[in-house]
């Protein structure tokens, strides 16, 4: 068990690029969220799959945030034309039961996003 | 809706000292409720969880936290604060309507001196 690892760490980026995050969950758990925490806040929900299939998306993510999770596995988070206001910590987690409500969520380190 | 609120954003201890932090819910239905912990860096790590087992639960590195129903809370306590224990402590609720997604508080920064 090698834990949930994310890459890059860090990412700094000009307003308007495009950047993509990797999530790469605890081997064989079946859900997999993303959260974003700002200064000071608390993670927020913005999306999570079900194996492959994308079930839930936070009116946090807008039309420029796009995630993927293509074979169960390993996802990636999309955000085109970045805005200085997209700058934030972006955490991926994972967990082993589906729809369990007390199962534990395991984070990953998080990809820190600065748009200048 | 669900949430969580966390009373004070920054608690400050000596080494030794009780350690207290508040969390109380909001919830519909009965909740399910998480202590995470966050050190510089580093991701989220569970602490403790409450899924109606038991009221009172002890998790790891000595902490305990107690559900009081009646009070709607969750608070998080440790007899005696090490220096180790200085990080950000994340109090969270199981969203029934977001496939139990997290709904966290906004955090209280937990400082320990010597």
């Known amino acids: 068990d090698t834990g949930v690892s994310q890459d890059p760490r860090h990412k700094i980026t000009k307003r308007g690029q495009n950047v993509t995050f990797r999530c790469d969950p605890i081997s064989e758990h079946n859900r997999l969220y993303w959260y974003r ?33 293509p074979k169960g596995s390993f996802s990636t988070l999309e955000i085109q034309r970045t805005e200085q206001g997209d700058s934030a910590m972006y955490l991926c987690a994972s967990s082993a039961r589906s729809g369990d409500p007390t199962d534990t969520q395991y984070f990953g380190p998080g990809t820190r996003l600065t748009v200048l | 809706a669900q949430s969580v609120t966390q009373l004070g954003s920054h608690v400050s201890v000596s080494e030794g000292a009780l350690v207290l932090l508040r969390c109380n819910y909001s919830s519909s239905v009965p909740p399910y409720l998480f202590w995470y912990v966050q050190y510089p860096n580093q991701g989220l790590q569970l602490l403790l969880k409450y899924t109606s087992a038991a009221t009172l639960v002890k998790g790891i590195n000595g902490f305990e936290a107690e559900f009081k129903k009646s009070e709607t809370s969750f608070h998080l306590t440790k007899p005696s604060a090490h220096m180790s224990d200085a990080a950000e402590y994340f ?24």
């Open chain 1, 37 to 69: 925490q700002t200064l000071g806040q608390g993670p927020e929900f913005l999306t999570y799959f079900q194996n492959e299939a994308q079930l839930e998306k936070s009116r946090l993510l807008s039309d420029r945030f796009s995630a993927e999770r």
């Open chain 2, 91 to 114: 109090c969270a609720v199981s969203d029934d309507q977001a496939g139990t997604a997290l709904i966290f508080g906004k955090g209280t920064t937990l400082s320990v001196s010597s």
